[in-house]
């Protein structure tokens, strides 16, 4: 969780009649290894320096395409979360689940698992013998001081897929294009998948309240005019009821899109823990080494993951960031 990227670049832009349209934050990723021993590399977009959260959404990672016979795919062993909730979403390839609730489950294209941690959970993920080619996101959702403690869950939903001009639309979590995923969510949302056609422009009404972030998996695509290259997460502060998406390319681009009302809590996170003080992490780490807390995840041909030790500097809170005349600026 820590090495993070340099500030990201800010885009303005003014449209052809001189009026201005919304500005837009440009991320880039990082790669980061993932999984331990036999790790495989993602592209981490969330969290960054200068943006740890886009509504309740706090990680981001991107990995593929890959060809399984060369990178081995994936395969995490059993390991603890609390404080959170795990958003799976395939492109190509597919994931067996097994969690320390009994679930054994696989992730598969256009298919969304989301396992609720609450106080404690623990889980593993390994690419099946099926898999050739693994392509997806795996994204974080920060529970709620209120809700942090919840009982854990696991859900799987799969979505139908809406037009919206040159685009296909497949919402996995909250409302976007007339549909409404029957997933719960602990804070207001949004996750959808967004195809667009080449050359091909999307006009999506959005809830004004929310910031977004939109991650590109391939494609050449504008976000409210500002250009985004594969693996870059743009982001759109809270205030347009519109967002505007266009593939500039003549291939089809597939973009992922992230939002939600601001997250006004701090959080600390730090490996696969998001807590409210260093407390909790440590906390959260003794419970795990002793064996206590997160259960036991059956099935999984192999050993536990071991915690990492804890950093020699105290863990610093991450909270949402503020722009001019919205308040003083969180603790960073």
Known sequence: MSNVEPNPTDSRHTSGDGSR????????????????????????????????????????????????????????????????????????????HRDSLGTHAYVRPGELNLMTSGYGISHSEVSTARTTVLHGVQLWVALP????????????????TVRVGGAGVSVFLGTLAGVTSP?????????????????????????????????????SVRMAGTPLRPAELGYLAPGSDRLTLTNESGDTARTVLLGGTPF?????????????????????????????RFGEVRGYDGDRLPAPGLPTVGLRPRGRVRRAGEGDSPRR
């Open 145 to 160: 001081e209120e809700h942090r403690h919840t009982a854990p869950d696991f859900r799987h939903h799969v979505p139908g």
């Open 21 to 96: 349209v919304p500005e837009v934050e440009v991320h880039s990723p990082r790669d980061v290894p993932l999984g331990g021993p036999r790790a495989m590399t993602v592209r981490r977009t969330l969290p960054q320096r200068s943006r740890s959260l886009i509504g309740a959404w706090c990680f981001a990672d991107h990995y593929g395409p890959d060809d399984v016979a060369r990178t081995g795919g994936m395969d995490v062993a059993p390991h603890p979360h609390t404080g959170l909730q795990t958003v799976s979403w395939l492109f190509s390839g597919e994931i067996e």
């Open 183 to 219: 997933v719960p969510t602990f804070s207001p949302l949004l996750g959808a998948e967004i195809v667009l056609e080449p050359g091909a422009t999307a006009v999506l009404a959005v809830d004004p309240a929310f910031e977004h972030g939109l991650l590109v998996d391939h494609g």
């Open 264 to 292: 006004e809590e701090e959080i600390v996170m730090w490996w696969n823990f998001v807590g409210r003080s260093q407390q909790d992490i440590e906390e959260a780490r003794a419970d795990w080494t002793a064996g206590s």
